[in-house]
Structures are given as structure tokens and as C-alpha cells.
């Protein structure tokens, strides 16, 4: 059985940082391409950072230059780096597996975790 488990949101004021992580078992974690994802209250679900199994990196324009994702195939984790936190940036924060192969598609989602960038 596939899990991803997101953990290190919480409260952070403007300005400020926090680190998510995202471990994954019951999958070959080096192989998928990680992404993590943002939703907010009202809003769609939209990409933040993707990292593929080969290490590069693509982010949303909105966090390009604050967030950092890097992943430890070793320890199954991929990670989010987030500085200069802005209220904007208050959502939870969904990290997603991704693999095409042999014609079908592996997707698997965490449960979430709430960044919440306040004063």
C-alpha cells in the first residue's frame, strides 16, 4: 500500500520560513516524479514545485526565488523550503508521486499540511 505522509506546516508570520516534508512508502520513490501542490480556501489546486527522478526542478512563478524542493531517495523524502513566507502563500500543501510507464499512470497524493503565513 502506497502512502505519502506530509508533515512540518503550521504558523509562520510574513517573512518567515518553514520546511514540509513528504515521506513515501510502498513505492520504488526514486523513480516517480515528486510535485508539490497548494490549495486555498476558494481557490483551485495549483502546482507549486515538481522535481523529477533525475533531479531537475521547475517551479510556479509565484514562489520562484523563495521555495526550494530537493528530495533523499534514500530516506523516501521529498522536501519544500519555503523563505519570505507571504499570507498569499496560505494553503494546504498536497505532495503527489507521478510515474507514466508501460501505458498507465501511478499517481498517488498525500493528505496535506496547513501552511498558514499570518501576523
Known amino acids: 500500500q502506497v502512502q505519502l505522509v506530509e508533515s512540518g506546516g503550521g504558523l509562520v508570520q510574513p517573512g518567515g520560513s518553514l520546511r514540509l516534508s513528504c515521506a513515501g512508502s510502498?513505492?520504488?520513490?526514486?523513480?516517480?516524479?515528486m510535485y508539490w501542490y497548494r490549495q486555498a480556501p476558494g481557490k483551485q489546486r495549483e502546482l507549486v514545485a515538481s522535481?523529477?527522478?533525475?533531479?531537475?526542478?521547475n517551479y510556479a512563478d509565484s514562489v520562484k526565488g523563495r521555495f526550494t524542493i530537493s528530495r533523499d531517495n534514500a530516506k523516501n523524502t521529498v522536501y519544500l523550503q519555503m523563505n519570505s513566507l507571504k499570507p498569499e502563500d496560505t494553503a494546504v500543501y498536497y505532495c503527489?508521486?507521478?510515474?507514466?510507464?508501460?501505458?498507465?499512470?501511478?499517481?498517488?497524493w498525500g493528505q496535506g499540511t496547513q501552511v498558514t503565513v499570518s501576523s
Open positions: 503527489n508521486a507521478f510515474i507514466f510507464r508501460w501505458g498507465t499512470v501511478d499517481d498517488y
Open positions: 510502498g513505492l520504488i520513490f526514486s523513480i516517480y516524479a
Open positions: 522535481i523529477a527522478s533525475g533531479g531537475s526542478t
